[in-house]
């Protein structure tokens, strides 16, 4: 598969992860129901993922908690990471209330542990809210091996 399939196919991998994340973020979070050792299923899973793929937000710039409609925005992302030996992606992809993609990129980055820097820029729609969604991608797998959020209010011009 040359770079630029792989970029291809990535690219609707990313979407799709970011809709599974939007629509997990829609259903609300619920505290999960405990084994029977006590400790609730999802710190279990968090604590079974691999440690060598992982991805952080560090800063976002500028800092604000709301746009506004019809502006035009450019975001300067900060994210640390860790990846297998073979690197792979980080997207940075943004998403409007109702899961339409309103900006995506996808930034090759070397093996092992990182800062990622990359911005973005893109037009305010009219919706309620954004969300910024940094998925990771190991080199030579289907899927995001991990990803990171953060959510923004949009306010009517």
Known sequence: MNDRTQLSVLRGVTVAAACSLLLLSACGKKEAAPDKGGQPVAD???KAAPSDREI???SIKPEVEAFKTGETVKLALSASYTLPAQGG???VVVQDSKGTQVADKLTPVEG???TFVGEVEFKVPATDRLMLIVPLYVKGENKSAASTTR????KAK
């Open 44 to 46: 279990q899973a968090a």
């Open 56 to 58: 952080k937000i560090v």
């Open 89 to 91: 992606l980080v997207g």
């Open 112 to 114: 092992g542990s990182g």
């Open 151 to 154: 959510e923004f209010a949009v």
